[in-house]
Structures are given as C-alpha cells and as structure tokens.
T-cell receptor, first 113, second 115 residues
Framework: GAGVSQSPSNKVTEKGKDVELRCDPI?????LYWYRQSLGQGLEFLIY????????KSGLPSDRFSAERTGGSVSTLTIQRTQQEDSAVYLC???????????FGPGTRLTVL | AQSVAQPEDQVNVAEGNPLTVKCTYS??????LFWYVQYPNRGLQFLLK??????LVKGSYGFEAEFNKSQTSFHLKKPSALVSDSALYFC?????????????FGAGTRLFVKA
C-alpha cells in the first residue's frame, strides 16, 4: 500500500505487561514520528527519527517508553510495564526529505486494563 | 521550546456562513505552520502549510489560513462552511530555528457545521 500502516489496530493488555506497536512508513520517507492522542486530548509528541541522525526523544513521557527504527524504515514503539494512563491512540506519521507534510497512519488504540 | 494554542475547544457555525478556527504559536525562530483535520473514524489529513512567502496560504477543500507574524497567529478560514467540514482541526508548529523536525500540535478544535 502507499500509505502509512500501523499494527495492531487495537491492543488490549493488562496492567504491567509490555506492548510493542509497529509502524510502516511510506517507502522512501526519511522522517518518522510517533504521537499519542488520549481521549479528548490533542496530539502529544513522543519521538521522531530523521534519517541516520540521533532521534529526538524529548517527548517520551517516562523511561518505560522506547522506540527503534530499523534500517531506516519500520519503527517499533515499546511500552514496558504498562499503566492505565498509557491507554490512548498511538499515531505514527512519516514525511519525505523535501516535504514537511506528515502522512499519518490509522493509529493503534491501546487499552490497559 | 515551541508551543501552539487553540483557544476554542469547539466552534459552531451554520452551513453557508464563514468559519474561523483560531491558532496562535510560540517559537524561538521562524515557524513552519500546519493545519491538519481529523474526520470521524478517519486518520489525520494534511490541509495546508506555511513555510515562507505569501502570508495567505490556500489548501484543500477550500480552506485557507493567514500567517500573521506580529500577532503570532495562523487562523484557519473558509468563506462558506459545509456540513461535511464538521471535524476535529489541529494546528501545528515546527521551529525552523532549531533545525529539527519536532512538531508540536495544538489541543484541537472541534468544528460543528449545522445544516
């Protein structure tokens, strides 16, 4: 497909478990972003990757959150020891080198029981 | 650090009337400014952006926005609202001065257009 894809679309987990969320950006896009959208809230910046540069992790809310981008393409956001307040929709976006426009995936809805 | 404010949680407008969704920003350098829209049960979509040049930017679906540096604003406008414009609108800013790609989004404004 031509768009950004995310998996799973929905994830229900128990408090204390670890979860991994996956993002497949648009082919050739060098920048990849993760955001969190809580119910009734705006988008909260988490982290971005740009090419081979060190990622900007300044938005990660705690050390339970981490992200990797392998081979400059697919990215995984990992949340360890999930808490109920981690429940939200996690959005991934990518953009190309010559454009600032971000293209968003459909999101992963995470529910922590 | 950059920030964005959308002072209205909700905007109500009648179909056919002009609409404005407000956005103000704060950056240390020059801003890149964006509007995105989120329709019900659909992903975020790009509407328009200001990078440089003409202060009036035209985008998708008949929307436009005006960059006002003195007022640090980037309000979204449309001359004649449609019911189908009802959605959640986000303003976003990136600070050119930092040279980074970090983009901060506002809290969003829900637009209701009544028939």
């Amino acid at each position: 497909g031509a768009g950004v894809s995310q998996s799973p679309s929905n994830k229900v987990t128990e408090k204390g478990k670890d979860v991994e969320l996956r993002c497949d950006p648009i082919s050739g896009h060098t920048a990849l972003y993760w955001y969190r959208q809580s119910l009734g809230q705006g988008l909260e910046f988490l982290i971005y990757f740009q090419g081979n540069s060190a990622p900007d992790k300044s938005g990660l809310p705690s050390d339970r959150f981490s992200a990797e981008r392998t081979g400059g393409s697919v990215s995984t956001l990992t949340i360890q020891r999930t808490q109920q307040e981690d429940s939200a929709v996690y959005l991934c976006a990518s953009s190309g080198m010559r454009t600032d426009t971000q293209y968003f995936g459909p999101g992963t809805r995470l529910t922590v029981l | 650090a950059q920030s964005v404010a959308q002072p209205e949680d909700q905007v109500n407008v009648a179909e056919g009337n002009p609409l404005t969704v407000k956005c103000t920003y704060s950056v240390s350098g020059n801003p890149y400014l964006f509007w995105y829209v989120q329709y019900p049960n659909r992903g975020l979509q790009f509407l328009l952006k200001y990078i440089t040049g003409d202060n009036l930017v035209k985008g998708s679906y008949g929307f436009e926005a005006e960059f006002n540096k003195s007022q640090t604003s980037f309000h979204l406008k449309k001359p004649s609202a449609l019911v189908s414009d009802s959605a959640l609108y986000f303003c976003a800013v990136r600070d050119q001065g930092t040279g980074g790609f970090k983009t901060i989004f506002g809290a969003g404004t829900r637009l209701f257009v009544k028939a």
